[in-house]
């Protein structure tokens, strides 16, 4: 087994000049020059003491980010002028001022460059963890509630308390993590022109980059930690464009980068450039407008971003991993794939780790963000069925992928013909309870998932105090997922109970406050001590299955057929 970086270069007809195909979590550096433009005009009854002045944010230096050079200017009226430097939101921006504008009325068109050499390091490297019991003092400004970040809001609070109960800063920032990017949608497609709240993003449950940072920095910021929004520019394993991503703060450590969209805690590769951070998402405005004039004269503008590849580097010796499998297993058998994956990079680290297996494969595979420490050795075991094919003679090579930060482990898997009727069972799992109060409606949002190969069978029953209100039950397919909804009317304070028995078995207890603003803590009862251990239990976490997009290389496509 050999760690492998798959590299191709691709010309695209875009705005950006170059697209290259390598996952981005394995960039430890990269050194770009990104040329930003704003093409634009000005247009209305034009007079003499009109003014114009123009705002274009410029790229901000930071911890990891090093700026070798910025050029900026303004082009208009075949005249070239440089900027003056203005502070607008804490944030730096190139101001260019023309005092008589109508010197240029027959000439209404400009054109505003910020060309910057840049190169990022990413820092890897987590100091000791932090108790979150204990309030993270000097920081309120980035623990407030905010115009797209709701920390106030009650569902989002309800949602964090059950989801993610850990008093471990590290580990809570990894499962808020885990749990926007597996959960949240990605849809270019209805949200790109805008952005969305992280209370809009829970409730759709879809969203790009903004969304996706915004719920991350509403959770971080309702479990206690510092959270501020990031703009910048990215690489998404297939071009460069515009991003967004926070970054929370670890005493003893320092900021941290966070990218639910890309699956990345505790630090964010080398193809993330920071432009700006605030408190918002909506504190950075890139480019901005203000005249002073005697009749209203309006502003048109076209940006546009162009990337080009200095150099790169890519992680190496970060970890180093064991692969221990089957020799071979019979079509349709279970089985499992063991990885024993060791700390090498002399750091504590949050690692992104992704099996991939091809399509005919059912598995609980799935991306997974796992803090070692130093020199820390870690076992991960996948649950995995082989296909169904029927098949006499000969056997199948399935190709699979190890991902690393530090490059891939490729494999084989041998699928021989069944011989005999293996017996399995249905595996019936909670993939995520979610509550939603509107009015004086409470709704219970449950996803099932049958990991099993056979038919099950599963009973849900909801009280609220003592008397039961709502249940059924549930009969899920072998690998199906089903979406359940209960609603309760005209809920007020009390507790309300969710009892969930079959082949996982559980009991979920959470308080309707008196007041929205309040919390609803949730605890777990196991259901045949539940009587006893009412008062002892902890929250629950549920933990949620991840199931993220990935860049697929064309080796887990490969399936060869040898008799």
């Known amino acids: 087994m050999k760690k492998i970086i798959l590299i191709g270069f691709l010309l695209l007809f875009c705005t950006i000049n170059f697209a290259q195909e390598f996952r981005p979590s394995t960039v430890k550096s990269m050194d770009v ?20 002045e123009l705002f274009f944010l410029s790229i901000q230096e930071g911890y990891g980010q090093d700026i070798y050079y910025t050029n900026e200017f303004m082009e208009i009226g075949g005249k070239k002028f440089t900027p003056t430097k ?61 115009e797209y970040i709701e920390v106030n809001d009650s569902e989002l609070q309800s949602k964090a308390m059950i989801e993610f109960n850990s008093n471990s800063e590290i580990e809570t920032i990894s499962e808020i993590t885990k749990w926007v990017n597996t959960n949240i949608q990605y849809d270019f497609e209805n949200y790109y022109n805008g952005v969305y709240s992280a209370k809009q993003t829970y409730n759709s449950g879809a969203g790009v980059c903004d969304e996706f940072a915004n719920l991350t920095a509403a959770f971080m910021r309702i479990k206690g930690i510092p959270a501020r929004y990031v703009t910048g520019i990215s690489y998404d394993g297939e071009r460069f464009g515009l991003h967004g991503w926070v970054e929370v703060y670890l005493p003893n450590t320092g900021w941290i980068g966070v990218d639910s969209t890309y699956g990345e805690a505790g ?45 790169i580097d890519f992680f190496k010796n970060l970890i180093n991993a064991e692969i221990i499998k089957p020799k071979q297993v019979q079509t349709g058998e279970t089985f499992e794939i063991t990885t024993k994956l060791t700390n090498t990079s002399e750091k504590n680290a949050i690692f992104p780790i992704e099996l991939i297996l091809h399509e005919n494969f059912k598995s609980n595979a799935n991306e997974k963000l796992i803090y070692f420490k130093k020199n820390e050795t870690i076992t991960i075991t996948w649950e995995i069925n082989a296909p169904e094919e029927k ?17 891939n482990i490729s494999d084989t898997i041998k699928v021989i013909p069944e011989k005999e009727y293996v017996q399995n069972k249905s595996n019936i799992q909670i993939k995520d309870i979610s509550p939603f109060i509107s009015n004086k409606t409470l709704e219970i949002k449950i996803i099932l998932e049958n990991l099993g190969d056979k038919k099950g069978e599963t009973e849900i029953e909801i009280f609220f105090e003592e008397n039961q209100v709502d249940g059924k039950k549930i009969e899920l397919d072998a690998f199906e997922e089903k979406k359940l909804s209960f609603l309760i009317k005209n809920i007020k304070e009390g507790k309300v109970t969710v009892n969930i028995i079959g082949d996982e078995t559980r009991k979920i207890e959470f308080t309707i406050p008196k007041k929205e603003t309040e919390k609803i803590i949730s605890k777990e009862i196991p259901l045949e001590n539940a009587q006893k251990q009412e008062n002892n239990e ?23 057929l040898r008799k």
Do not use: M
């Open 86 to 146: 203005v502070t607008k939101n804490e944030l730096d921006y190139a101001s260019y001022k023309i005092n008589d504008l109508y010197k240029y009325a027959k000439t209404p068109i400009f054109k505003i460059v910020r060309e910057t050499k840049i190169k990022k390091t990413a820092e890897i490297g987590l100091e000791e963890d932090y108790d979150l019991s204990e309030k993270i003092i000097n920081f309120d400004r980035f623990l407030e509630e905010t």
């Open 267 to 311: 630090y964010v590769d080398a193809a993330h450039f920071a432009i700006a951070k605030t408190f918002d998402a909506n504190k950075a405005i890139d480019f901005s407008a203000k005249t002073k004039s005697k009749k209203k004269i309006t502003i048109q503008s076209e940006p546009s971003l162009d990337v080009e590849l200095n150099s």
């Open 33 to 52: 020059t990104i040329t930003s433009e704003i093409n634009g005009s000005f247009s209305g009854a034009i007079n003499q003491g009109d003014t114009l």
């Open 538 to 560: 902890e929250i629950l976490i549920i933990g949620s299955i991840s199931i993220s997009i990935v860049f697929l290389i064309a080796l887990i496509g490969l399936v060869l």
């Open 391 to 407: 098949f006499e003679n000969g056997y199948y090579d399935y190709g699979f992928l190890l991902l690393l930060p530090d490059g």
